[in-house]
């Protein structure tokens, strides 16, 4: 009788760590649009700073029928300030590159008017006996097959985008409410996940040290 729980405690934490677990045939479909998107996180070493920080990459786009993206931000729902941006010529890929120690990842998936949206907190955690850290994962909110009536893809909705969210439900039909922090987060993912053609940083924000420099 254990071993599936430590089957479904094991798929949990891969999705954490990874990101949603799409069906195949989900992915076939945003490869088959041109939809990029790079959920997975991972562990790098800065050598003068001596230490060790995770990097994210803020990727994904949309067409009118498809949209995926994955952004990172703080533990208070403030968009984490990019590295560096990365352009794109065919757009719907990668963005910017964002470093922290701590990040907290909001990944959407569109599929017409039916979205998926997964918050999840990740950070680095020492682990005795060795110098390289783990990546610890928890998850914050998970919401499976929201709806959104508004068609944000169409040019003319085009101002709502950044306003408005899907609606989740529990699986007894009652509103599932995400952390109010993360309210405004989760309307710019809404609004990414629909912005056609997506090829310039779409949550990433300047760092500090270089506002004012940047055009």
Avoid at 58 to 79: H, I, K, L, Q, W
Avoid at 80 to 101: C, E, F, K, M, T
Avoid at 113 to 134: D, F, N
């Amino acid at each position: 009788m254990t071993r599936p729980a430590k089957i479904v405690a094991k798929n949990v934490n891969r999705y954490a760590r990874y990101g949603l677990p799409l069906p195949q045939q989900t992915l076939r479909a945003l490869e088959k649009r041109g939809i990029y998107c790079q959920p997975g996180v991972s562990i790098e070493h800065q050598h003068l700073a001596r230490r060790y920080v995770l990097r994210g990459v803020e990727s994904g786009g949309a067409v009118v029928d498809m949209g995926r993206y994955c952004a990172y931000f703080d533990t208070e729902g403030n968009p984490a300030p990019w590295l560096q941006q990365v352009d794109s010529i065919s757009g719907n890929g990668r963005h910017a590159i964002v470093i922290a120690p701590e990040l907290v990842r909001i990944e959407m998936l569109r599929i017409g008017h039916t979205y998926e949206l997964a918050i999840t907190r990740l950070w680095l955690k020492s682990e005795e006996g060795h110098a390289r850290p783990a990546i610890a994962t928890a998850p914050i909110f998970r919401g499976r097959q929201g709806s959104l009536a508004v068609e944000l893809w169409n040019g003319e909705n085009k101002a709502l985008r950044g306003t408005v969210a899907p609606v989740f439900y529990t699986a007894a039909g009652e509103v599932l409410n995400l952390p109010e922090r993360f309210d405004e987060a989760t309307r710019k993912i809404t609004g990414a996940v629909a912005c056609l053609g997506r090829r310039h940083t779409h949550i990433a924000v300047t760092p500090a040290h270089k506002k004012g420099i940047e055009p």
